[in-house]
């Protein structure tokens, strides 16, 4: 079953530019990650962020987390050319052992 | 280097010919999960396991087996492989998921091709 599902698809910034990526999940949950994935590769993890946490920050990386609406965004603030890939959150839903994955948002930074 | 090793990254098959994913890991790490990855489906779990032993049933394991004997190696087993499962494979392992960490490591994944 698909936990999270990220929002928009698709998104193409500048460089500089902030990039803003939303993801929304259906049931109560131990922690959300996100992950980035550059073409084909494995997948990295970014950033872990517990339920009982509200904003985690990590260099350039903002996540926020609202238990209320089972949401959460990932923002990358100046981005650059290389921050080009596609990102993923991941929950890691109470009493299940396992890490359910979205579809993803992919990011285009343009130079 | 701690990593996550799969073999073969890449392989192109027959309909019916056995193969065997291998997966290895270096981090003594306790839960390994197996992955599948396809356009417009995303990442979809096939097996996990939470330590020797131990495997359960992701959302998609029709198809493939798996066994985990030993705590750093977790093949994937596809026993009669159909064009269905042309896919791009992951391989994951965590220390644990029960644990506040949590965090998953990849490898660099296995494209299959059954034709």
Same mark, same amino acid.
């Given at each position: ?111 | ?31 390994? @999960?197996? %992955?599948?990855?396809?356009?417009? &489906?995303? $990442? ?42 042309? @896919?791009? %494979?992951?391989?994951?392992?965590? &220390?644990? $998921? ?18």
């Amino acid at each position: 079953s698909q936990q999270g599902e990220e929002d928009p698809q698709a998104l193409s910034i500048q460089e500089g530019e902030n990039a803003t990526m939303n993801c929304s999940y259906k049931t109560s949950i131990n922690n959300l990650q996100w992950y980035r994935q550059n073409s084909g590769r494995g997948l990295v993890h970014l950033i872990l962020i517990r339920s009982n946490e509200r904003e985690k920050h990590s260099g350039r990386l903002r996540v926020t987390l609202d238990t209320s609406k089972k949401s959460s965004s990932l923002l990358i603030t100046a981005s650059r050319a290389a921050d080009t890939a596609s990102y993923f959150c991941a929950t890691d839903a109470s009493g299940y052992s396992t890490l359910t994955f979205g579809k993803g948002t992919m990011l285009l930074v343009s130079p | 280097e701690a990593q996550v090793t799969q073999n073969p990254r890449y392989l192109i098959t027959v309909t019916g010919k056995k193969l065997t994913v291998t997966c290895s890991q270096n981090m003594n790490h306790e839960y390994m @999960s197996w %992955y599948r990855q396809d356009p417009g &489906l995303g $990442l979809r779990q096939i097996y996990y396991s939470m330590n020797v032993e131990v495997t359960d049933k992701g959302d998609v394991p029709e198809g493939y087996k798996v066994s985990r004997k030993e705590k750093r190696n977790f093949p994937l087993i596809l026993e009669s492989p159909s064009p269905n499962q042309t @896919s791009l %494979y992951f391989c994951a392992s965590s &220390l644990s $998921l029960l644990r506040s960490t949590g965090e998953l490591f990849f490898g660099e994944g296995s494209r299959l091709t059954v034709l």
